[in-house]
């Protein structure tokens, strides 16, 4: 009997129909069903950065929700800016890992429904220009930035004092093309970078 002997009528149709997917929600259903929010209640306070750090800084404001003393320079220490393998790793003392999200280079306001409807932790980064498809002399594709969304707000350490946190649905960078996105999640979840 060969492989597609072994199918059901129903999923022959299917697999003769069968045609590449246009799009993936950001977040794949849980295996155990839950669709609850990971962190439902934590205490977010921006953090200004100072220089190119916003992923040092970003990593540090999420550490400190746990009551963590650390800064951006402890991250700094422990991280590669271009590594999200090592941001997470990083985050794992405080009880968190990242997981990637389905996403491809569309633009941030196409996912920020989506995301917004998760009522949870994410981070999302972005270029800065259009990106291009080789890099610079230094070897730099072009510049990104990294912001964090929690529920329906915008947490940017770029930005100084009340516009550091905006309305999700209002943040100004909607229109830059997405680089990655990821879920926060408790350290030991199955899905990690």
Same mark, same amino acid.
């Given at each position: ?15 003769r ?18 669709k ?32 963590? $003393?650390?800064?951006? #320079?402890?991250? =700094? ?5 271009? !590594? ?5 790793k990083? +985050?794992?003392p ?11 280079l ?6 920020i429904?989506?995301l ?13 220009v ?5 890099p610079d ?14 529920? $329906?707000?915008?947490? #940017?350490?770029? =930005? ?5 946190? !905006? ?6 960078? +909607? ?13 030991g979840?199955?899905r990690?970078?």
């Amino acid at each position: 009997m060969t492989e597609v002997e072994k199918f059901s009528t129903e999923e022959k149709e299917r697999i003769r129909t069968w045609r590449p997917s246009p799009s993936a929600p950001l977040w794949d259903e849980e295996e155990n069903g839950n669709k609850e929010p990971f962190f439902p209640d934590l205490n977010l306070e921006h953090i200004l950065q100072k220089g190119p750090t916003c992923v040092p800084t970003t990593l540090a404001m999420i550490a400190r929700s746990t009551g963590a $003393d650390v800064g951006p #320079d402890y991250f =700094k220490l422990r991280i590669n800016s271009q !590594s999200p393998h090592s941001w997470s790793k990083a +985050l794992e003392p405080f009880g968190f890992q990242l997981a990637y999200c389905n996403h491809d280079l569309r633009r941030l306001d196409y996912y920020i429904h989506e995301l917004v409807g998760y009522d949870d932790l994410f981070f999302v980064s972005f270029y800065s220009v259009n990106p291009p498809y080789d890099p610079d002399e230094n070897n730099k594709l072009c510049m990104s930035h990294i912001v964090t969304l929690y529920k $329906d707000k915008i947490i #940017d350490t770029a =930005k100084r004092g009340e516009s550091g946190v !905006s309305d999700a649905l209002e943040y100004p960078r +909607l229109a830059r093309p997405t680089k990655r996105i990821f879920r926060v999640v408790p350290i030991g979840h199955s899905r990690r970078v």
